[in-house]
């Protein structure tokens, strides 16, 4: 409180003050224009005065001159940056729209492309379906005459359907991505040719040895791992069905497998763990 009525007594102060500095002003006016008047005559006031004035409406007109210009130089300024910020913003939406087009484009590209991707893996699902079932049916054929030659069953799987079988298999493995269709068809290929080779040696199907292997022909095991375990695991499937057995069909495989072979792997430029 003590300080409240101290500020209100300082603000009163200053207040007083400046009311005397005002009334002085005042009286120093009506002084000068009194001793002005006594000491001139009429004349000489009016023609003083009238010239005062003339003085003061110069100058005034030019302040309002100077003042007209620089308010419509601001005006145009501020019409100026409204007009670019509203250019701005037609761009933006413009770029808005544009982007929109571009992630709807993309979005039903991916949408296409996962489509794809479902329908090549049905048609593996059923190859493997159907690989399972010759499986099958040559165990039963084992365990009922396990000393007997072989006999031919309307079931068994014809030359064609197994050189179709390793097409869908190959078509899943270099269709499902677009960055790498030619690292991917080679390492099918390799694995094959190592698959092949076995069957002809009598040799079985290792998975350390098809590893070391690949790494003599410089494959990335280490990038490229689950991709080759899903090859691995497709091609005993195709084993087991003799796919390998039928001469004819191996020699199909490999008028498709032996372009793509090479001692070296072609420039790998999948990133897989986005795929993965």
Known sequence: MMEKNDNKDVIQNEKNKLHIKYLIAIASVISIGSIVLSLCNKDTFVAQVSFASTITSIVLSVIAIWMSISSERTTNDIKSKIWESTERLAKTTENVEILNDRNESI?????????????????????????????????????????????????????????TLFQNLYTWAVDYATDSKKYRAWLLCEMTQKFIKNQKNSTPNVYRDAMHYLETINADLNKWGKIINSYWGALCMLSMA???????????????????????????????????
């Open 242 to 276: 003799s796919v390998f057995n039928d001469q004819n069909a191996v020699e199909k495989i490999l008028e498709k497998i032996t372009p793509l072979l090479n001692n070296q792997p072609p420039k790998d430029t999948e990133d897989t763990s986005k795929s993965e």
């Open 107 to 163: 979005m039903n590209t991916q949408l296409n492309e996962l489509n794809d991707v479902k329908e090549k893996l049905e048609a593996i699902i059923h190859s493997v379906d159907t690989v399972g079932e010759q499986v099958t049916i040559m165990q039963e054929k084992v365990n009922a005459a396990p000393s007997t030659p072989r006999t031919t069953n309307n079931k068994t799987m014809t030359t064609e359907q197994k050189i």
